[in-house]
Structures are given as C-alpha cells and as structure tokens.
C-alpha cells in the first residue's frame, strides 16, 4: 500500500480523500468542487468497492456514508480507521441519531450531517 503522498507540480502533498457514497448527485457534486481544490479523489459506491481502494492506496480523509446498499457504513468507518491510523475517518449521514453526533462511534474522528460541505471536508484536511 502506497503511504508516500502524491505531489503536486509545486512539489507540494496533493491531499488524498476517498469519499464512499452511493448517492450519484451528492457524489459527483463532492467530486467536482474536491478536485477544483486539488484533493486527489478516489469513489467507492459500496463497503467493498472502498475495501478494495484501501487495500491498493492509502488516505488522508476517508468520508464514509452511513447507509451504503452492501452493508453499513459505520462498521465500515470504524474498519478504515482501525486500519488506518494516521487518516481521518468521517461518517456522513442524514439520519438523526448518527448525524447528531450522540452516537460518535469511538474510532471515528467526526460525524458530518448530509449535505456535506466541501468548506468541513478541507478544514479536516488541514487540522490532520
């Protein structure tokens, strides 16, 4: 697995940001603001899809949705960021109980409520 940062033509850390996500629309409107900003973006629609770009490439953010159509997404959150230790992992979620950030679960760094903001996704970039 490539730890080594990709760089850009400054000689700068391109950041790299794997956003799982099964919703086309939030997801192609997450990509094109992302990559207008330089993150370097991998999408995986499922739990496995994101499985398997993990086990080629590793990640500075992971965005998570909680509901994906192969399993749940927050299994799949605290997974990456077991597996993951330098990453920041964040769930995304519509629903209340998650999206509230009462039940954060532990290895998860932030819970971000759908919509989400591409401004968040940066600023955790930044802090990490």
């Not at 094109?32 to 330089?38: D, F, I, S, V």
């Not at 080629?56 to 959150?77: E, Y």
């Not at 990456?80 to 995304?92: D, F, H, M, T, W």
């Amino acid at each position: 697995m490539s730890r080594t940062p990709a760089r850009g033509a400054d000689g700068r850390p391109v950041p790299r940001v794997l956003l799982v996500e099964d919703d086309p629309a939030l997801t192609q409107m997450l990509a094109w603001e992302l990559e207008e900003q330089g993150v370097s973006l991998s999408i995986a629609r499922s739990r496995a899809a994101a499985l398997a770009l993990t086990a080629k490439a590793a990640f500075d953010l992971a965005v998570v949705d909680a509901d994906l159509p192969d399993g749940d997404g927050v299994s799949l959150a605290e997974a990456l960021a077991r597996a993951n230790p330098e990453s920041i992992v964040a769930i995304c979620s519509g629903r209340h109980g998650i999206a509230g950030g009462s039940r954060r679960p532990p290895a998860v760094h932030v819970v971000l409520t759908k919509p989400v903001s591409v401004r968040d996704l940066l600023s955790l970039l930044r802090s990490g």
